[in-house]
């Protein structure tokens, strides 16, 4: 009797650490895209606000439809803001930035973009496909704050790169822009 008693009390004590584990997992989503999908993982413990943030637009569809509307080979791939036409998504208020979180913008890393005010970040992301050592926090003020590093590409780094070789052209004013659209369609949590 003890002896069963011991086994499920070992047991009990295995699926529990189990469980625990699981919830300490950081956040997956897929980012469908026209030209395939890329998986990545969210740094929650390093960047709460960002992370939060990026998963709010997520589940709320917000990001359906968009396009990476700002594409510079050896640089990095943007979107999240805008929809094919150039027509700029109504967001919710701006973010705090939270840049100096230790995170580096290495290459496949996903960053908060934002304008030159520090907390400027809402919807719009990219993903570094080079090292851009010059995007991160150093002190200094506002023009070195840096860039919110939230997470990594974990899987599809191809389409990434695939997506960074698009051809672009001027549109509605902006630079860099894929002259076919990079539709995202969906971002989902992965399962």
Same mark, same amino acid.
């Given at each position: 009797?003890?002896?069963?008693?011991?086994?499920?009390?070992?047991?009990?004590?295995?699926? /529990?650490?189990?469980?625990?584990?699981? +919830?300490? @997992?950081?956040?997956?989503?897929?980012?469908?895209?026209?030209?395939?999908?890329?998986?990545? +993982?969210?740094?929650?413990? +390093?960047?709460?606000?960002?992370?939060? #943030?990026?998963?709010?637009?997520?589940?709320?569809?917000?990001?359906?439809?968009?396009?990476?509307?700002? =594409?510079?080979?050896? !640089?990095?791939i943007q979107g999240g803001g805008f929809t094919a036409s150039m027509t700029q998504k109504e967001t919710k208020p701006p973010? @705090?930035?939270?840049?100096?979180?230790?995170?580096?913008?290495?290459?496949?890393?996903?960053?908060?973009?934002?304008?030159?005010?520090?907390? $400027?970040? $809402? $919807? *719009?992301?990219?993903?570094?496909? /080079?090292?851009?050592?010059?995007?991160?926090?150093?002190?200094?003020?506002?023009?070195?704050?840096?860039?919110? =590093?939230?997470?990594? =590409?974990?899987?599809?780094?191809?389409?990434?790169?695939?997506?960074?070789?698009? *051809?672009?052209?001027?549109?509605?004013? !902006? /630079?860099?822009?894929?002259?076919?659209?990079?539709?995202?369609? #969906?971002?989902?949590?992965?399962?």
């Amino acid at each position: 009797m003890l002896k069963r008693f011991v086994c499920l009390l070992l047991l009990g004590l295995c699926l /529990a650490g189990s469980a625990l584990a699981a +919830e300490s @997992k950081n956040p997956t989503l897929v980012i469908e895209t026209s030209l395939g999908n890329v998986k990545v +993982e969210l740094f929650e413990k +390093e960047a709460p606000i960002s992370v939060k #943030n990026f998963l709010d637009y997520a589940k709320s569809g917000f990001y359906n439809g968009t396009i990476f509307h700002r =594409v510079i080979p050896g !640089f990095m791939i943007q979107g999240g803001g805008f929809t094919a036409s150039m027509t700029q998504k109504e967001t919710k208020p701006p973010i @705090k930035n939270e840049a100096a979180n230790g995170l580096k913008n290495d290459r496949g890393t996903l960053a908060m973009a934002r304008t030159n005010m520090v907390d $400027s970040a $809402s $919807s *719009q992301f990219f993903i570094n496909v /080079a090292k851009n050592d010059f995007l991160n926090h150093r002190p200094g003020g506002p023009m070195t704050y840096g860039y919110a =590093v939230f997470g990594k =590409v974990v899987e599809g780094m191809d389409v990434v790169d695939r997506i960074a070789a698009t *051809q672009t052209a001027m549109k509605s004013g !902006f /630079a860099d822009v894929p002259t076919t659209p990079v539709v995202i369609k #969906n971002v989902t949590v992965a399962k």
